[in-house]
């Protein structure tokens, strides 16, 4: 049987963070296209405590205090979708 811990889900890939521009109008950075679709962190860079909000194909999952935190988070939400599609024994 396979136990949760045995199964490697391959880390998010990101790209660089930008600045506000045509396509979004906060600073963002995004993922790689995965087979569940894009995640994106954005936030306001003018302002001292704001959140960065992760979004997953535009529909918001939460806010986190910073960017490493929302990356951190959505590899966890691949992972626990994975995890979901494998089935048990």
């Not at 890939?13 to 569940?36: G, V």
């Not at 405590?49 to 490493?68: K, M, P, Y």
Request: charged share 30%; aromatic share 12%.
């Amino acid at each position: 049987m396979i136990k949760p811990e045995d199964i490697k889900v391959k880390p998010l890939e990101w790209s660089k963070s930008f600045s506000p521009n045509d396509h979004c109008s906060y600073d963002h950075c995004y993922s790689n296209k995965t087979s569940i679709g894009i995640f994106q962190i954005e936030w306001k860079s003018w302002k001292e405590f704001d959140g960065r909000v992760l979004t997953l194909n535009d529909q918001h999952i939460d806010a986190f205090d910073s960017v490493e935190q929302a990356k951190q988070a959505a590899n966890d939400y691949v992972r626990n979708v994975v995890m979901q599609l494998i089935e048990a024994e």
